[in-house]
Nanobody, 128 residues
Framework: VQLQASGGGLVEAGGSLRLSCTAS????????MAWFRHRPRKGGEFVAG????????YYEDSVKGRFAISRENAKNTVYLQMNNLKPEDASTYYC??????????????????????WGQGTQVTVSS
């Protein structure tokens, strides 16, 4: 499975962006997916995750209420709508797919070792 992330760019603080991650195979719609980001001096961190049905979503505390993850299985695509962006949100964002989280609880979604496939990353820059 190949994951293609897109949608990053430069935005002013308070602005919005929508990231997309499209999988190369329809089978990806049967698996949980997530967004992670890698920030300088902070390393990699979980941002948001979504179950294979889209019925459950999970967020890192600092993005709750501002970011929304969703999926459109008919298009093999997961989205991350990012609103009210802050300078500290600037990062490279990666989408990931896990074949082992189908019935897992929320505590497992932030564990990067549980994801089998990763996209190439898309850069988000937020100007203050």
């Amino acid at each position: 499975v190949q994951l293609q992330a897109s949608g990053g760019g430069l935005v002013e603080a308070g602005g919005s962006l929508r990231l997309s991650c499209t999988a190369s195979r329809r089978a990806a719609s049967n698996h949980a997916m997530a967004w992670f980001r890698h920030r300088p001096r902070k390393g990699g961190e979980f941002v948001a995750g979504i179950s294979h049905t889209g019925g459950s979503t999970y967020y890192e505390d600092s993005v709750k209420g501002r970011f929304a993850i969703s999926r459109e299985n008919a298009k093999n695509t997961v989205y991350l709508q990012m609103n009210n962006l802050k300078p500290e949100d600037a990062s490279t964002y990666y989408c990931a797919l896990s074949t082992s989280l189908k019935r897992a609880g929320s505590e497992y979604y932030p564990i990067p070792e549980l994801y089998d496939y990763w996209g190439q990353g898309t850069q988000v820059t937020v100007s203050s």
